[in-house]
């Protein structure tokens, strides 16, 4: 899994990739910053979501031209960066959306993380998502 953070604007993009799924956040920085991107890796990925789990703390990031560092409370992570420009995620994504989905909670505790979803249907024509973590 690799991650890459784009700055664009006033808004903060995160898109990551294990090679068979793309997962994509789009959020408002509140700034406006010059055009930026960079990969950080799979161990690096890990440990800031070691820092942020369960935390309110803020996260401060600091870009450099070959690291990131993340500043959390009292903690200060350092990483090296991936050389190279991350694949044009975009290609793949459906130009026309049949089926749009909306996350309308964010877990904060890895136990509640569903690891299976299930879709059904009622007579309604509604559709509904059920999650089991086992």
């Known amino acids: 899994m690799v991650c890459c953070l784009k700055t664009e604007g006033e808004e903060l993009r995160t898109v990551a990739t294990d090679g068979h799924r793309l997962a ?3 959020m408002p920085i509140g700034q406006s910053l010059p055009s930026h991107s960079v990969i950080v890796p799979r161990k690096g990925v890990i440990e800031l979501m070691r820092m942020l789990d369960g935390g309110d703390n803020p996260l401060r990031v600091q870009i450099g031209s ?5 500043h959390v409370g009292d903690f200060i992570f350092t990483s090296k960066l991936v050389d190279g420009r991350f694949p044009d995620y975009r290609r793949v994504l459906p130009k026309t959306r049949t089926n749009i989905w909306k996350l309308a909670a964010i877990c904060s505790s890895r136990r509640l993380l569903a690891r299976r979803f299930s879709l059904t249907r009622n007579s309604a024509a509604y559709v509904f ?4 973590t086992s």
């Open 129 to 132: 998502m059920s999650a089991k």
């Open 24 to 26: 994509v956040c789009s």
């Open 66 to 70: 070959n690291n990131i560092r993340a």
